[in-house]
T-cell receptor, first 112, second 112 residues
Framework: EAGVTQSPTHLIKTRGQQVTLRCSPISGHTSVYWYQQALGLGLQFLLWYDEGEERNRGNFPPRFSGRQFPNYSSELNVNALELEDSALYLC???????????FGEGSRLTVL | QQQVKQSPQSLIVQKGGISIINCAYENTAFDYFPWYQQFPGKGPALLIAIRPDVSEKKEGRFTISFNKSAKQFSLHIMDSQPGDSATYFCAASESNTGKLIFGQGTTLQVKP
């Protein structure tokens, strides 16, 4: 069974640009989560989607947004990129909101 | 109050030894405590998790000890192997928030 898949795996952007990251959850999982893993800051919760709705968001500015599609895949959008947005963006999915989280391998974003 | 404090930051253990990583939390509403293992270039993988109604959980060489009154939990890796060399994260969450609060991580090196 395929795990959580993310694309792209690596990308480079310049300050002020916009980026869209994509995530396909494990089949049957309805909840999708986004985390940011920046050097020295550990894993920070970004967003939680369940059944197409945003259920919770972490302490990130509004330029971080996303959505979940009817097939439960998800996108994370980051507008007006800043240097400190350089990080590994991890997507995770779970069977239910109280279920175990399974992470993908992440999208590594470098902002120059 | 949302923090999870993890120690030590790094750990070197001889092959066959016991690796112990500790975490402490403040929020008494946390009710789920997982441990994740992350290899370089990979996403975190769930190792073992515990809920506060039990004081210990063992899966193979990995054991979580949980002390509800002290608000502490720890991961013990018995018979540590070089293949266990990775970064370990503890985490905690509160029901229905979809949000895992991660510790800062412990880099474990097991020497042959």
């Amino acid at each position: 069974e395929a795990g959580v898949t993310q694309s792209p795996t690596h990308l480079i952007k310049t300050r002020g640009q916009q980026v869209t990251l994509r995530c396909s959850p494990i089949s049957g999982h309805t909840s999708v989560y986004w985390y940011q893993q920046a050097l020295g800051l550990g894993l920070q919760f970004l967003l939680w989607y369940d059944e197409g709705e945003e259920r919770n968001r972490g302490n990130f500015p509004p330029r971080f947004s996303g959505r979940q599609f009817p097939n439960y895949s998800s996108e994370l959008n980051v507008n007006a990129l800043e240097l400190e947005d350089s990080a590994l963006y991890l997507c995770a999915s779970s069977f239910s909101p109280t279920g175990e989280l399974f992470f993908g391998e992440g999208s590594r974003l470098t902002v120059l | 109050q949302q923090q999870v404090k993890q120690s030590p930051q790094s750990l070197i253990v001889q092959k066959g030894g016991i690796s112990i990583i500790n975490c402490a939390y403040e929020n008494t509403a946390f009710d789920y405590f997982p441990w994740y293992q992350q290899f370089p270039g990979k996403g975190p993988a769930l190792l073992i998790a515990i809920r506060p109604d039990v004081s210990e959980k063992k899966e193979g060489r990995f054991t979580i000890s949980f002390n509800k009154s002290a608000k502490q939990f720890s991961l013990h890796i018995m018979d540590s192997q070089p293949g266990d060399s990775a970064t370990y994260f503890c985490a905690a969450s509160e029901s229905n928030t979809g949000k895992l609060i991660f510790g800062q991580g412990t880099t474990l090196q097991v020497k042959p």
